[in-house]
């Protein structure tokens, strides 16, 4: 038997234990709490900006090797998480509002006065603000097929003015570099849904506009230095410049959209909606109210139309500008498009939208090339809008966030050889599209964020490709060698390449469905 001193002892060892397991328990959570993603060593000042290099994306890779696909890296002055591989779904799509904001980024604020939707951050307002670019963006492209009819007689008449100047340089130059002409084209279709109008290839005023676009790029894209060390725009240095370029492209950009929406509300007649900038004059000129008291005014039509059309440029012209890279990088990938191609679509006709389905080929080479370039590496940079956390690392709030899309597109546990260009991999044994592997690879992000133009560009890209390999045939300049190298940026631009395009049979298909009337300089309805 127990003495009474012997049971006190007890009493006072258990409560003892106890109190230890509570605190060690405490410990455990609130160390848990603390646990902070692993990362290289930061230098000071600096942190690790130097050891990016020209290509940010890969040395991400890298470390998501090292430390996994959640690790951090300081940049100046911000801590940075970097996301890859898998761990990116799980953050934007299981935990989306938690990652679906927009750091307090100095450049960020530039863009459309602070207006804009695509660098605001995330909450009621942005959610409205989303809302109706996304329904202007559906109405006047994918959504029924009214605006997918209309919508691909804008590709036909660019597609044939593209090909009419790549003829004419081809018997001019013999050999040319497409970029320009890609970059144009592009630009056209979009200007034509959000504007009404197109321009002349020579249109000097557009092409400034257009073709600055990618100095925007350079900025914006993760691992922009004036971001993440702001001081430096405060004394002449080379980054004091580019922000200063940068300024000023945005103010000359929202300028010339300023200046198309005063036209638009001049000539709007109620009911008729022409396009992109008519549907957001009616939306928001009369005012439009969300959730939580958020609220948009005609102030917003500017900035919306700027995020759409300047989003989808540059995209879309380097996504064209590697199609045709590979083209003529892979000749027998060219040659097995057009096979495909002509066994479906007869010499009568031109590929149509309808024949996307029966062009299974097609799309495994737009895949494909947009997995194996993804030139879109990493998205634009993402902040937490809450303390969340991943993977069990605690991830505070307003921490910022970059997405490492390559990351998951060249991972060989889930790509087999993803280094070599085979749009096979995305052809089942019955020769049909494989869609489940197709929507792994990423490109136009996901969760909260993801891309509004994703339909209208796959669209887009396969009318491009599908029209040009069953017209005419694209051959690399032999005197010079093809490679597949690029200028980094939020998109990854393929360095210049020469190449000479011929006619497989007439124009008359595309001028019999378009007949285009360019004028010499200026817009043209
Ligand atoms: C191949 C073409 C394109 C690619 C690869 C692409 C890719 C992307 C990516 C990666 C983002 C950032 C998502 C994020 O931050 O997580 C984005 C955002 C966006 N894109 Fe695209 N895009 C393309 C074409 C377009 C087009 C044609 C439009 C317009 C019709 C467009 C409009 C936008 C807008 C407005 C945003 C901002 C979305 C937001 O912040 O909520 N994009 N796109």
């Known amino acids: 038997m127990l003495a009474l001193e012997d049971l006190a002892g007890v009493s006072v060892r258990s409560s003892l234990l106890l109190s230890l397991s509570v605190l060690l328990l405490l410990l455990h959570l609130w160390l848990q709490a603390q646990r902070r993603p692993p990362g290289p060593f930061p230098w000071p000042v600096v942190g690790n900006a130097p050891q990016m290099g020209a290509a940010p994306h890969r040395y991400f890779s890298r470390l998501a090797r090292r430390y996994g696909d959640v690790f951090q890296i300081r940049l100046g002055s911000r801590a940075v998480v970097v996301l890859n591989g898998d761990a990116i779904r799980r953050a934007l799509v299981q935990k989306g509002a938690d990652f679906a904001g927009r750091p307090d980024f100095t450049s960020f604020r530039v863009v459309s006065d602070g207006r804009s939707m695509a660098f605001g951050d995330y909450g009621p307002r942005w959610k409205l603000h989303r809302r109706v670019a996304h329904a202007a963006v559906r109405a006047l492209s994918a959504g029924d097929a009214r605006a997918r009819a209309s919508f691909e007689r804008h590709v ?32 056209n279709i979009m200007s034509a849904l959000c504007f009404g109008s197109r321009y002349s290839h020579d249109d000097r005023e557009f092409r400034q506009v257009v073709g600055r676009n990618a100095d925007f790029t350079r900025t914006v894209g993760a691992g922009s230095i004036v971001d993440v060390m702001p001081w430096l725009q405060y004394f002449p240095n080379p980054i004091q410049t580019l922000y200063r370029q940068f300024t000023e492209l945005n103010r000359e950009f929202s300028g010339f959209v300023r200046g198309k929406v005063a036209e638009h509300r001049r000539s709007a007649a109620a009911g008729v909606t022409r396009d992109m900038t008519d549907a957001l004059i009616f939306a928001l000129d009369k005012g439009l109210g969300g959730a939580a008291g958020a609220f948009l005014g005609g102030e917003y039509v500017s900035p919306t139309i700027s995020d759409i059309f300047g989003a989808s440029q540059d995209t879309l012209s380097t996504a064209l500008h590697w199609i045709v890279l590979i ?4 000749p027998e990938v060219q040659t097995q498009l057009r096979v495909e191609v002509d066994k479906v679509v007869a010499r009568s006709r031109l590929p149509t939208i309808e024949d996307q389905a029966r062009l299974p080929y097609v799309m495994a080479f737009i895949y494909e090339v947009m997995r194996f370039t993804s030139f879109v590496p990493i998205t634009i940079p993402h902040s937490t809008t809450s303390d969340t956390s991943i993977d069990g690392y605690h991830i ?11 990351s998951n597109n060249h991972n060989p ?12 991999r995305f052809m089942s044994q019955d020769d049909v599209l494989d869609k489940d592997l197709a929507s792994n690879v990423l490109i136009f992000s996901v969760g909260k964020r993801r891309c509004i ?17 069953h017209q005419c045939t694209f051959t690399a300049d032999p005197s010079q060698p093809l490679r597949l190298d690029y200028e980094y940026g939020l998109t990854l631009k393929p ?15 595309l001028k019999e469905a378009v007949e285009p009337q360019p004028r010499g300089d200026g817009a043209q309805s």
């Open 156 to 187: 036909l008449s660019e597609v044939t003015l593209l090909l009419r100047r790549f003829l004419r340089r081809t018997a001019e130059e013999t050999f040319f570099q497409p970029h320009a002409d890609c970059l144009v084209s592009t630009a």
């Open 495 to 509: 360095n210049p390449y020469r190449i000479a395009v011929t006619l497989r049979d007439s124009m008359d298909l």
């Open 327 to 330: 083209l003529v990088r892979y």
């Open 453 to 469: 133009g994703e339909d209208l560009s796959k669209i887009q890209l396969f009318l491009f490709t599908s029209l040009l390999v």
């Open 396 to 406: 505070p709030k307003n921490t910022v966030v970059f997405i490492n899309q390559w």
């Open 413 to 424: 546990a889930k790509w087999d050889r993803p280094e070599v260009f085979n749009p096979l």
